[in-house]
């Protein structure tokens, strides 16, 4: 079976350590600091909405279609 991975919001943890194990271009240590930051900030939000600004992850207000896409998406996991 073969899976096209087109960026990293596509892959789980096991997956983005392989990349990084195994990957030709290296990652130098203080991006790699940073992406650790950023991955700790993004697990201790509460957050369910998010958007990307200028080169930074924010977190954003919930709106009422918000509510109905989540309520969707819960209903077609719990399908599965």
Do not use: P
């Amino acid at each position: 079976m073969r899976i096209e991975i087109r960026h990293t919001g596509e892959c789980n943890a096991e997956q983005l350590a392989h990349f990084h194990e195994f990957s030709i271009f290296q990652i130098s240590d203080g991006l790699t600091r940073t992406l650790e930051q950023d991955g700790e900030k993004l697990l201790q939000s509460t957050s369910i909405v998010r958007s990307w600004k200028q080169g930074e992850i924010i977190d954003e207000l919930e709106t009422r279609d918000d509510s109905f896409i989540m309520e969707c998406v819960r209903k077609l996991h719990s399908e599965r």
